[in-house]
């Protein structure tokens, strides 16, 4: 593929000699190459060689072109045979089909998540919140990118998982908690199942947030 250049008119026969605008006397030519022509004539040989190169660099674009059309066909419908498989799948299950703001919502999270992951994640989503109700169909089809943000936060830390559940017992036991600190603690501390058991005993022996606190405090030596 030729660089880009910028290309001006130029004379076969130079103005200087009395050459015209006219079509026939006219070609492009690069910058270097006018300036080196000056108001020399182009032979015949010079005029037919930079005509078959352009047109060979006009057949070098349009291939190009041609290519990045059928890619981009091909791509659009592999991703869409994507789309179809997992809507099929939530169709078989709930009896309802994805709406075209849907479509984008699962291409978007098959973008980030992949298509594998996202497909095991809507399989998930079905089995935990579908019963058969019209209110769970939006809850199952929402929660299939939650499910695979969760799923790859887990991957990075595979202790979030169970840092959650402390705080669910935290939240049911306490009511009145603060949350970020909490949540802070608990990705500082929860790292090895010992840890995980510790500080769910404390969750699990303190009758409220403030004894809860001291104790994580107390126990770890830090104030968090």
């Known amino acids: 593929m030729a660089p880009d250049v910028i290309l001006e008119i130029d004379h076969i026969s130079p103005v200087k000699d009395g050459g015209n605008d006219n079509i026939l006397n006219l070609i492009t030519s690069c910058f270097d190459c006018n300036r080196g022509k000056g108001a020399r004539k182009l032979s015949d040989n010079q005029t037919l060689k930079k005509q078959q190169e352009q047109l060979k660099l006009i057949n070098e674009k349009r291939e190009q072109l041609k290519l990045l059309v059928q890619w981009k066909e091909e791509l659009d419908a592999f991703e869409n045979e994507q789309l179809e498989i997992i809507e099929d799948l939530f169709s078989e299950s709930t009896g309802h089909h994805f709406s075209e703001h849907g479509k984008i919502r ?7 998540y992949g298509f594998e992951e996202t497909l ?3 399989k998930i989503s079905i089995a935990q919140y579908y019963n058969g ?10 929660f299939i990118n939650r499910i695979c943000a969760t799923r790859q936060k887990q991957e990075l830390n595979p202790w979030l998982y169970k ?4 705080e669910g017992i935290i939240r049911n036991r306490f009511g009145i908690f ?6 802070h603690a608990l990705e500082e501390l929860v790292v090895s199942e010992d840890d995980y058991e510790d500080v769910k005993n404390i969750a699990c022996d303190a009758r409220n947030w403030t004894e ?5 405090n ?3 030596g830090t104030e968090y």
């Not at 109700?133 to 929402?142: A, G, L, V, Y």
């Not at 840092?163 to 402390?166: E, F």
């Not at 809860?212 to 994580?216: Q, V």
């Open 212 to 216: 809860f606190w001291t104790w994580i």
């Open 133 to 142: 109700s019209n209110e769970s169909i939006e809850k199952t089809f929402d």
């Open 106 to 112: 699962i291409k978007n999270t098959i973008k980030r």
């Open 163 to 166: 840092t959650k559940y402390i």
């Open 120 to 122: 095991e994640c809507t």
């Open 178 to 183: 603060n949350h970020k600190r909490l949540k």
């Open 218 to 220: 107390e126990t770890y």
